[in-house]
T-cell receptor, first 114, second 114 residues
Framework: GAGVSQSPSNKVTEKGKDVELRCDPISGHTALYWYRQSLGQGLEFLIY????????KSGLPSDRFSAERTGGSVSTLTIQRTQQEDSAVYLCASSPGISGNTIYFGEGSWLTVV | GEDVEQSLFLSVREGDSSVINCTYTDSSSTYLYWYKQEPGAGLQLLTYIFSNMDMKQDQRLTVLLNKKDKHLSLRIADTQTGDSAIYFC??????????????FGQGTTLQVKP
């Protein structure tokens, strides 16, 4: 498709399980971002990838969170040993690059930890 | 530090103009953005403005930027019921590592009454 694609759109998991969330950025976009949206915290920056540069992981809330981007395209956000406070919408965005002005978001992955 | 503030709620009548305000703290902001979020959906990029501009108009949308006061506004002319949504202001700053990440406000819920 033409936009940022995320999967799964909804995920319910049991506390303590690991989850993987996937993001397909817009074709040709070199920058990719992960954000988390929850009721109490608003929109939080998690991690940013730009081309072959080292990712900016400054927003990851704990070492249970990690992300990778393979081949400069698809990204996977992994949450290990999920906790109830991880319940949120995880939003992915992409942009043409460090000088790209437009940043487009996907529809999000709704994660519920029970 | 980086901080973006918005009022939480705005109610207008259909056909009136809506003005959503935003203040930010980082004077090194490069671009400022407005996003719209409808229930259950991701963030839709509405418009953005470069920090050396004062105004940008795009159909019914007018963005005003007062860089001296670090104040940004979004005016929606002839507001329609379909404009009812949450509107997020965001600043993009170079940051310490030139990440270009977005810092979001809490969002303003716009209610349009018929």
């Amino acid at each position: 498709g033409a936009g940022v694609s995320q999967s799964p759109s909804n995920k319910v998991t049991e506390k303590g399980k690991d989850v993987e969330l996937r993001c397909d950025p817009i074709s040709g976009h070199t920058a990719l971002y992960w954000y988390r949206q929850s009721l109490g915290q608003g929109l939080e920056f998690l991690i940013y990838f730009q081309g072959n540069s080292a990712p900016d992981k400054s927003g990851l809330p704990s070492d249970r969170f990690s992300a990778e981007r393979t081949g400069g395209s698809v990204s996977t956000l992994t949450i290990q040993r999920t906790q109830q406070e991880d319940s949120a919408v995880y939003l992915c965005a992409s942009s043409p690059g460090i000088s790209g002005n437009t940043i487009y978001f996907g529809e999000g992955s709704w994660l519920t930890v029970v | 530090g980086e901080d973006v503030e918005q009022s939480l709620f705005l109610s207008v009548r259909e056909g009136d103009s809506s003005v959503i305000n935003c203040t930010y703290t980082d004077s090194s902001s490069t671009y400022l953005y407005w996003y719209k979020q409808e229930p259950g959906a991701g963030l839709q990029l509405l418009t953005y403005i470069f920090s050396n501009m004062d105004m940008k108009q795009d159909q019914r949308l007018t963005v005003l930027l007062n860089k001296k006061d670090k104040h940004l506004s979004l005016r929606i002319a002839d507001t329609q019921t379909g404009d009812s949504a949450i509107y997020f202001c965001a600043e993009r700053t170079p940051g310490s590592s030139n990440t270009g990440k977005l810092i979001f406000g809490q969002g303003t819920t716009l209610q349009v009454k018929p």
